[in-house]
């Protein structure tokens, strides 16, 4: 008889076990990180018979979340969790946390508005040799019944497996950024030794046409100038796609200083760049969209403003990064229509393709420009 129940108890080990390999090997089919967590909190629910789940993934630098992912609620949850609470302590503290009932912890808050009651609950961390991501965690309503021994030896099973696979599509998110970035700088080295050369042939040509008695003489000119800002244009371009690895290399704040230190020493206006000391991790594409603005409105600084000063300002809150570009020139002529600024057009296009807001107007005495654009620093939503 004791060896029939030993051979049931080895049959369920053995199952479960098989169950964990096999969602792992599911998991590692999904190369896209955001959808990889959910399906990593959704197996963890089914792998140990939950109503409920979560999954907290922390930043690069592990000074905040990054993801939160929830399975079993019906409404979306609104904000990060405090990192205060019961779901912070397996990352935390790098155990388990197996409740009979988490109302019953010290450490509980209760729950959001909206958000199902739980009674049992089981959390793991999530870690990979010496680094912690998160934690991964599952609960039930109240009446049903508690997480077994099993069950957190089956979800710790799981997590060093879906830890893992974090890794390593981060780090295959990250090389395919790389191999984009290294792919723009040879784009602009080819752009740079082809277009480039082409449009000044055609603004020296047209400068040696040029005659006061030509019939033609006009329309020269504005080949000539339509050249000359193509070229303005296409250097500007160059120069955002070799800078952005760098933007990456070296930080948002490094590279714009050397941004704004390059145009004082070679527009001879004035220029201040005002950082915060805190600034967190922004993605790739803010990093080059913010640069392109702030490249593209320093150039309309030195060409239209006739300004003395000018100052960069870069902030952010919890959810947004804003850049402003300040100066004290003559500001924009509001009551003349002309046709399209294509400097201020490529900003707003910029912005745009970011994901991010942005406004230029005046001054309030109208004397000086100001452009100020904002970008969400996450899409990711969760609980307070």
Wanted: proline letters at 5%; hydrophobic letters at 40%.
């Amino acid at each position: 008889m004791g060896t029939q129940n030993s051979d049931n108890l080895c049959g369920k080990e053995l199952k479960r076990l098989a169950s964990v390999v096999e969602t792992s090997c599911a998991l590692a089919e999904d190369a896209d990180l955001s959808s990889l967590l959910q399906r990593i909190v959704d197996s963890a629910a089914e792998l140990t018979g939950a109503e409920l789940g979560g999954l907290l993934v922390l930043n690069q630098e592990n000074t905040g979340y990054e993801f939160f992912k929830v399975t079993g609620c019906s409404d979306k949850p609104e904000g990060f969790p405090t990192g205060n609470g019961i779901l912070s302590i397996p990352y935390k503290e790098g155990i388990p946390l197996r409740l009979d009932d988490i109302r019953k912890h010290p450490r509980a808050v209760g729950t959001p508005p909206g958000h199902p009651e739980v009674q049992a609950f089981l959390g793991v961390p999530l870690h990979i040799r010496d680094k912690v991501l998160g934690s991964l965690f599952v609960g039930k309503r109240p009446g049903r019944e508690a997480f077994s021994k099993e069950d957190e030896n089956s979800l710790m099973a799981f997590a060093a497996q879906a830890a893992l696979t974090i890794e390593n599509t981060r780090l295959y998110e990250r090389a395919k950024e790389l191999a984009r970035l290294q792919e723009r700088k040879r784009l602009a080295q080819s752009l740079h030794e082809t277009v480039v050369q082409y449009l000044f042939s055609i603004e020296l040509e047209a400068s040696r046409r040029l005659g006061p008695t030509e019939p033609c003489w006009r329309k020269l000119l504005t080949i000539q100038r339509l050249a000359e800002r193509a070229g303005d244009e296409l250097r500007s371009a160059i120069f955002a796609l070799s800078s952005t690895l760098s933007a990456n290399e070296k930080g948002l704040s490094a590279i714009l200083k050397d941004l704004v230190q390059g145009f004082e020493e070679t527009s001879g206006v004035q220029a201040s760049m005002l950082l915060p000391p805190d600034l967190p991790e922004t993605p790739p594409v803010i990093n080059e969209a913010i640069y392109r603005i702030v490249s593209e409105a320093l150039s309309n600084v030195r060409k239209h403003s006739q300004a003395s000063a000018v100052v960069v300002t870069l902030s952010h809150d919890k959810s947004s990064v804003s850049i402003a570009i300040q100066d004290n020139g003559h500001g924009l002529d509001l009551r003349k229509k002309a046709g399209p600024h294509f400097g201020l057009l490529t900003m707003k296009e910029v912005a745009n393709n970011a994901g991010g807001e942005i406004t230029i107007a005046n001054n309030k005495d109208d004397t000086g420009t100001v452009v100020r654009a904002t970008f969400p620093l996450s899409k990711e939503k969760g609980v307070k």
